[in-house]
């Protein structure tokens, strides 16, 4: 069993709407990330939460702690923004990572 | 460039030979981190190095697997007699942890190198 469950796993949009990814979590930890990795397999850090909320652009990262939840959602989306987003969550001794799949979006023009 | 650096970028290997991959972190980091990502899936915690230590490995790093960071900056990752099982990408990331007593520790963000991929025929 994955400690980390990414929602949905594929996902198509049309440019300009709102997209929103979910994360689930079982364990206790340190911190919660979204990461964007593109072809190629260059991953790139977006946010780090451990509460409340941030805002990036048009990127919006939430987390509940108390629910084991968070949320990415992307305003007005465009095709660059087509990408694999990964969740993943920091504990153990070292804060290493635990990654969820990954949601493949896919924005068309 | 400054950032996190790997080499080779693709390896094509026949089962059974051993290969080494190296990580460069970003300068003054002193955490270094090895995953693996197969396709389809999110990447795999390995181990960790905390400075030259080996703080952690992961039940995923069979014994054909070895790493070292001998002087605390590169690291290498080496897997002896591979197997077709063994094809992914290997990825390295680094972090600086801050000292005990400044800021929250478990804020060190990970920057990731652009990895190594390893085709085992």
């Known amino acids: 069993k994955n400690e980390v469950e990414q929602s949905p796993q594929n996902l198509t949009a049309q440019e300009g709407e709102f997209i929103t990814i979910n994360c689930s979590y079982s364990v206790g930890i340190s911190a919660l990330h979204w990461l964007q990795q593109h072809p190629g397999g260059g991953i790139v850090s977006l946010f780090m939460?451990?509460?409340?909320?941030k805002k990036h652009g048009r990127l919006i990262a939430t987390i509940n702690i108390q629910e084991k939840h968070s949320s990415l959602h992307i305003t007005a989306s465009h095709p660059r923004d087509s990408a694999v987003y990964i969740c993943?969550?920091?504990w153990g001794p070292g804060n290493q990572f635990y990654f969820g799949t990954g949601t493949s979006l896919t924005v068309i023009p | 460039d400054t950032g996190v650096s790997q080499d080779p970028r693709h390896k094509i290997t026949k089962r059974g030979q051993n290969v080494t991959f190296r990580c460069d972190p970003i300068?003054?980091?002193?955490?270094l981190y090895w995953y693996r990502q197969t396709l389809g899936q999110g990447p795999e915690f390995l181990t960790y190095?905390?400075?030259?230590?080996?703080?952690?490995k992961s039940r995923l790093l069979s014994d054909r697997f070895s790493a070292e960071r001998p002087k605390g900056s590169f690291s290498t990752l080496e897997i002896q007699r591979t197997e077709q099982g063994d094809s992914a990408m290997y990825l390295c990331?680094?972090?600086?942890?801050?000292?005990?007593?400044?800021?929250?520790?478990?804020?060190?963000?990970?920057?990731f190198g652009p990895g190594t991929r390893l085709t085992v025929l």
């Open positions: 300068s003054e980091h002193n955490r």
């Open positions: 190095f905390q400075n030259e230590a080996q703080l952690e």
């Open positions: 993943a969550v920091r």
């Open positions: 990331a680094s972090s600086l942890l801050p000292r005990v007593g400044t800021i929250d520790t478990s804020t060190d963000t990970q920057y």
């Open positions: 939460l451990s509460s409340g909320k």
